[in-house]
Structure formats: C-alpha cells, structure tokens
C-alpha cells in the first residue's frame, strides 16, 4: 500500500507512527501510559482506530502481548514509558526465546538527557539488545516509516522474534515531510517468507524415514509458528509415522488423531509416549530447539548412537544442537514438508503403509489415570479431576492458558485438543511465574471464544492488579486457581530432589482470594467437593464475563504430577503418583 510517494506530507512523529502501524494492519497495542507517551496519546485520541488495551502493569502487557501474536498469527505491539521500561523484559523476553514476533515501543526522555542523569534516563537500546532480534533508536522523524517497515520485516521473517524501538519524548512531536509511508503487506503475518530446506537433503530424509522401521515425528512450537499442522498430518498419514509433541507444541494436529502420539518430555508427557519415543529407531523433529524441558534433560530418546535422527528447523542454531543428525534440513517446516510429501508421492505412486491407530493405547493411559482414585489429602481435590471436568466441557473455539508449573503439567498431559492449531498457551521457554493471566488477556483480544487461564497462587499474586483490566474489558475469561498456600514447584524439586525434608522459603499465608476476584468484580466460586466440578465450569464459560475459581490442591511433594524425574522418586519411596 503506497500513501505519499511522490506526495510528501508534513507529519509530526506521533502520526507517522500511528499511520504506519495502521498501514501493517495493527489492531490493538497493549501498554500503560507514562509521561513520555502523552504525546503520542494525544494523537492517537484524535486520529486512530487502533484500540488501545490499558494494564496495570507493563509485565502484564508485555505477556499479553506475546500470547496475543501466538493466537493471532500476527506481529503483536507493545508500548511502555520510560520508568517502566525494565518491566516488559520478562514477556520480551520468552517472545525472543518462543520465536514470537512483538514490536515493543518505549518512549524516553529526551535524546541525550540520560547522560545528564535526566529522570528514568537509561540505555534502553542496550537493555534490550540481547533479547530482541534488533533495537532500534529513533532519533528522526523521516526514519520512522523506513525503520517500522524494517521492524516487521524483521520481526515476522526467518526465525520471528522481538523487535525493540526506543522512541525519545522530542520525536512524537517534531515534524518533518514524508514521501514513503506505506506499509510492506508480506510483513503483516508471520511466518512471512517460507525457504524450502535444501532439495538433495529432503531427498536423503525421505529415503531414511521409508527405511525406518520405527519413526516417530516431534513438533514443537515451531510447527505452529509455521502453520505446518495440515502438512504434518499428511505426511504422518502418508508414511503412517506417530506425531508427538513438545508442550510448547501442543496441537499441531488434533490429539485424537490415530497418529497423535500427544505431549512427550518432562512437562507433561505420559509414561505411555515417552516409552514410545525411548523405543523409536528413527527421530524427525520439526521446529523444536530439542531443550531440556522437552527431552527429560536430553534422557528421552535414550542413547544417541541408537537412534537416527533429522532435524527441519528455521532456526540453523538449532538444528542437531542437542543430537547428533543424519540429515540438519534448515527451512520453513510447512514449505519443507509440502516439498517432501510432493517427492513422496511423486516417487512412490504405490506406497502403502499398514495403519497404525494409537487411540487404545491413548485411551488405555489416560483411563488409568481417570480411574486411578488416588487418596487426596484432607480438604484439597485431585487436579486430575479438574481437566477431566475441562476436557468434558471445554468448547472447540476455547483457548487455555497456563503457568509454567503445575498449572500447565495436569493439562498437557490430560486435556485432548480436537482440533489442530494454537489454542493452549503457556510459557515453556523461559518459564517465569505470572504469565498464564496476561496470557488469558492478551489471548481475549484475538479470540472470540472463551479463555481458561489455569494459575497457581504463587503465580496469581504477581498479577492480581490486573484483574481490574480483565473486568474493564469485560472479555469471557475464566481464571481458575489451583490453590495450596506454596511455591509448589521448587517445594516438590526440594524434597523429591535435593532431599530436603523441611523446605525453606516456600509456603506463604493464606489469602481470601475470592474476595480479591469480588473486589474487581469477578463472578466467583469455591470448589469444595469432586461434584461440583462440572457444573462449576460450565456456568462459568457460560457467562460472558470475568469469571474466577478456587480448588484447593495438594502440592506436589503429595500427589505426584506428570513429571518423569519426580515419578522416578515416586516410585523409589512408595509415594502416589501419576504417569
């Protein structure tokens, strides 16, 4: 879309970043004001659509947009004063290390000030640099369309990631003629160019994966980023070749697929899917950096020298960074996918496979643990019941957020997504505590469907101002705390882990927390008994509102969660667990 080539108009900063941003299709930034943004308000108020999403927070921001860019599919933007600058590192940075793209604005104070120690003056370009593919610094009204073309450019192509812009208080209202504003429209969604891995190595992969004798395919997230769901399937279909995934990963074809192996690794996946892959011949990872979260620390797949492996990934760094491969295929997963089914297909006119259908062995390990009945202590329910409520229920335009913790373990194992694509969200590359809640926000913004947020209470309190935001916009998000008064994570690393027997600096005092969710004005209610279950959810995502429920849980040095290392010790010391 070409606006003022050959047809300069004068400008003050503050429009040509809004027209820009209206240019690439933006229609929502999240971000809280600051005196160094007024300026550019001032101009949004009277001359742009594009809505704004006040927090209370600019953490809070920074996470709802980043899982507002994995719904939408779309570069997200973000913006945040300069005395709040530091804030956004945490969504920030889990966008750099998810692959997802957000253009992050933070005004600052007039240009060279901060080295007159001028009020919340710091070298935003350099905090930033390390967790953004690039940080810009305007300092020029007649860069801003050239560098904002750059921004997405950057953001949405090869590897997707952040992009950082600092913009000075002086620039949003100085003035300059412009003659290139417009927009480059391949550079509104990501992925935005697709390169196809080399030919002679696709061909190599083929012919190692119709030798398997037992393949397996893991996706991580990377397969979503791409969109590679249709493409994986065909090709698991084609070959008749089991699906696993990473968390991060979850979805990329629907989980009651016959070839859907569900979640493996250490988050999450079953002893059923991690024996499978442990016992494959033949690796093909699609768009996973292989991390230690998804490899049971690099144990999954046993040892090295017993299995093949390939690896397609966008990222070069990635791949065979953590194993040894046959065939190191670098491209976008979907167009490399596309290309190699073509090749099969073309070269093997006849293939047949013999069908393998993994639904009864699914349906065998999650029934185990459906029926399993494990004892609960007194006044706490078991989460399994929770997802399995959540499963029964949980319509096909939902969207599920969750902390890193065990707030995304009992899910990732239990609940069945039906269909393929983005629609449970957590934050498994940096993994820092209170994202599920901005994510829920965030994700309200792309999504016309309900959203469950699963939290903590440790989690909860880094982001309870933000209910009042969640209630402002009065989105269908129900926020569901699975509540045990303690940092229930590194309590059950300490005492199943390092021995401890008494853990230090991990429970906390109890909190009214549905009184808090009143307060802002959540519709509420407590679980206290295995049959209200249901019911409770139901009326919740019936309500087109800010819904919030308690279930006391019992911590994990209790009832031990779908996590291989903690189920190892479990077994050790006759402790209940689940597998």
């Known amino acids: 879309m070409v606006e003022t080539k050959d047809c300069p108009v004068t400008m003050n900063g503050a429009q040509v970043i809004l027209r820009m941003l209206e240019l690439h299709g933006v229609k929502h930034v999240f971000g809280l004001p600051g005196e160094t943004t007024i300026g550019w308000y001032k101009e949004w108020q009277s001359h742009s659509s594009i809505e704004y999403v006040l927090t209370r927070d600019e953490r809070t ?17 973000l913006e945040a004063p300069s005395p709040g600058v530091t804030h956004c590192t945490p969504g920030m940075t889990e966008a750099y290390l998810s692959s997802v793209p957000v253009i992050y604005f933070s005004s600052d104070i007039p240009i060279n000030q901060d080295k007159r120690h001028g009020l919340t003056g710091i070298d935003q370009t350099a905090l930033y640099a390390s967790i953004s593919k690039e940080s810009f610094y305007l300092t020029n009204v007649k ?9 997405f450019r950057v953001a949405t192509s090869g590897k997707p990631g952040p992009v950082h812009i600092r913009v000075p208080i002086n620039i949003f209202h100085e003035t300059a003629e412009i003659r290139d504003l417009y927009a480059e429209e391949d550079y509104q969604v990501y992925p935005a160019h697709r390169p196809v891995a080399d030919h002679s190595k696709i061909r190599k992969a083929i012919e190692i994966l119709l ?3 037992k393949p397996v395919i893991i996706c991580g ?8 769901s249709a493409i994986v399937q065909e090709l698991a279909e084609l070959l008749q070749i089991p699906v696993g995934t990473t968390t991060p990963g979850k979805g990329v074809i629907p989980e009651t697929h016959p070839l859907a ?14 024996d499978y892959v442990f016992n494959t011949d033949t690796v093909l990872f699609v768009g996973t950096n292989t991390d230690s979260s998804s490899t049971d620390h690099w144990k999954l797949y046993g040892n090295p020298a017993s299995k093949t492996f390939l690896h397609l990934d966008i990222a070069e760094a990635h791949v065979g960074n953590n194993f040894p491969v046959k065939v190191g295929l670098v491209g976008d997963a979907r167009a490399s996918l596309e290309y190699m089914v073509e090749l099969i297909k073309a070269g093997n006119p006849d293939l047949k496979r013999e069908p393998l259908d993994l639904n009864p062995m699914k349906r065998t390990a999650l029934e185990k643990v459906f029926k399993s009945n494990i004892p609960m202590p007194a006044g706490v329910m078991s989460p399994v019941k929770l997802i399995m409520a959540l499963d029964k229920i949980l319509p096909e335009n939902a969207i599920v957020t969750a902390e890193p913790g065990v707030s995304a373990i009992f899910p990732s194992a239990l609940l069945s997504l039906r269909r393929a694509g983005r629609s449970f969200i957590t934050n498994y590359s940096m993994g820092s505590l209170g994202y599920s809640v901005p994510a829920a926000l965030g994700a309200s913004f792309a999504n016309d469907g309900p959203v469950i947020s699963l939290t903590g209470d440790g989690s909860l309190a880094f982001v309870m101002g933000d209910f009042e935001t969640i209630c402002r916009s009065r989105k269908n998000v129900t926020i569901i705390l699975t509540r045990n008064d303690t940092y229930g994570w590194i309590r059950g690393e300490a005492i199943l882990l390092d021995n401890v027997d008494v853990p230090w600096a991990t429970d906390f005092g109890a909190v009214d927390y549905l009184k808090v969710a009143e307060g802002f004005g959540f519709k509420t209610a407590r679980i206290t008994s295995e049959d209200q279950i249901e019911s409770t959810l139901q009326d919740a995502i019936s309500h087109k509102g800010p819904n919030f429920i308690e279930i006391m849980v019992p911590t994990q040095d209790k009832i031990i969660p779908f996590v291989p290392a903690w189920v190892r010790v479990a077994k050790e010391r006759n402790l209940p667990y689940f597998s």
């Open 261 to 274: 192996l569900r979640v493996i690794g250490a988050r999450g996946g079953m002893e059923y899917s991690n």
């Open 211 to 213: 030798a398997a004798k």
């Open 221 to 228: 997230q990377g397969a979503l980023i791409s969109k590679a």
């Open 61 to 77: 921001a920074s996470f709802a947009a980043e899982a507002y860019a994995k719904i939408t599919g779309r570069p997200a933007v």
């Open 143 to 151: 860069d801003i369309p050239f560098l904002l073309r750059r921004a």
